[in-house]
């Protein structure tokens, strides 16, 4: 069916104005009801956030969402416009995008006076229905809301004639979804100015009795630090916000790997076949989970979801590296990698004290406890036995960030156990680049558990017993 040209057409159609929030509530209804997710890509909050933002949208309420940096909370808000309708009519040439069956601003009430069902309508798609600003002190009223225009002052309107407004970011996401980033960094003043859009649903300009009653769902974020302990919002704002949803970082180690699956930055095939072994992935993901909890780190200022896709990213970049230089076809990270975590880490956490600690210290002390924790996971000591008992014999074994994979596995068929215990870890038996990771990973492990003793030169390390 071809869409309504005209307002007559429109009406001829039987067309039903909907508010913005009774669209996004019959739209999540008709999703729940058939099974479906709102909110793809988001992982690690079905049984949290989810279903908190379910009942405020069914509920019709505006929401703020509280967290620290990485926790998805603006990807949420650009993705409730997956609850709106494809297309809405709107006034063609309308600045607010008004409804052709209700307009608000003064030049469409006088268009539609004026040319009754012959006024044009155009269709808004859902994604031009969104609007967003970030909050900083320097935002003024005119930005959000809207002021007089003094070129169409100059044109010869009076200063009284609402024509002569020009409309802020909030009017203009008339019919739409406004989300307000960091809203605690916006100024006082201004959070005042945001109280009748909140609960009365119009605007006011300056001292002119103009009303535009907007229909808008808002959609805040803040840091919870910001937002309840140093008083930086004014209470009437926030008991204005139906609810308050509380985010928070991945809590399962596959969770946090999902995401930085999701997440990494892909490029197009450059001739290096690049695996990344699952102990590997888990080693990256543990090391985020364990700086959450560490003391040295500052928890205020969070440990960002952006740290594992970066250390991830890093971490598959420097055996690329490494297998471009060798002429190898194949790539793996190994723990000798892990050195390339400093670069993607260090400039994301903040450090709770200064002094003698430095963050490649700490760093490296996580580094040693996340592969110690997944070692500890992935093989039992029983399967391990062999292997010590074999470096208790004489055994020692080199390796390097820049040894050839083929080295690795002459060295692996020399000793039976170190090869029995590599393919426990469901190493790519066919890929040597795999094998040599796997070694690596066994290796480090052994030695964290103090089973094994490591010699480290500059570019070279041995074990032995």
Known sequence: ??????????????????????????????????????????VGYDDTVVPQIENAVLSGQDLVLLGERGQAKTRIARLLTGLLDDV??????????????????????????????????????????????????????????????????????????ELTIHYGLLPRTHRGIFALNELPDLAERIQVGLLNIMEERDVQIRGYKVRLPIDVYVVASANPEDYTNRGRIITPLKDRFGSQIRTHYPRRVSDEIAIMEAERTAFAADGVRTTTPEYMKQVVAELTHLARKATEISQRSGVSVRVSICNYENLVSSALKRAIR????????????????????????????????????????????????????????????????????????????????????????????????????????????????????????????????????????????
Not at 108 to 121: F, L
Not at 131 to 149: N, Q, R, W
């Open 1 to 42: 069916m071809t869409q309504a040209r005209t307002v007559g057409e429109l009406r001829s159609r039987g067309y039903v104005s909907k508010s913005v929030k009774q669209e996004m509530r019959d739209n999540l209804v008709a999703r729940l009801r058939r099974g479906e997710s709102f909110l793809p890509g988001i």
């Open 88 to 161: 809405v009519p709107i006034l063609a040439g309308c600045e607010i995008n008004d409804d052709p069956l209700a307009p608000i601003c003064a030049a469409c009430r006088a268009r539609v006076a004026e040319r009754g069902d012959a006024a044009e309508v155009a269709w808004l798609p859902r994604d031009r229905r969104y609007g967003e600003k970030l909050a900083t002190p320097d935002i003024t009223i005119a930005d959000l809301i809207g002021e007089v225009d003094p070129i169409k002052v100059a044109e010869g309107r009076y200063l009284a004639d």
């Open 326 to 465: 060798l002429g190898e076809a194949d790539a793996a990270p190994r723990v000798s990698d892990l050195g390339a975590l400093v670069a993607s880490t260090a400039g994301k956490i903040e450090l709770e004290t200064l002094g003698d600690t430095s963050e490649d210290k700490v760093l490296g002390k996580l580094v040693q406890r996340a592969v110690l924790n997944v070692f500890s996971r992935s093989l039992t000591p029983v399967e391990l036995d062999p292997v010590v008992a074999a470096f208790q014999g004489g055994l020692t074994v080199q390796v390097s960030d820049a040894m050839p994979s083929a080295e690795y596995v002459r060295q692996a068929e020399k000793t039976p156990a170190l090869r029995a215990a590599v393919h426990k870890l469901n190493a790519d038996a066919a890929s040597a680049a795999g094998l040599a990771s796997a070694v690596e990973f066994v290796l480090e492990g052994l030695h964290l558990s103090k089973k094994l003793n490591k010699d480290s030169q500059p570019g070279q390390t041995r074990y032995r017993s």
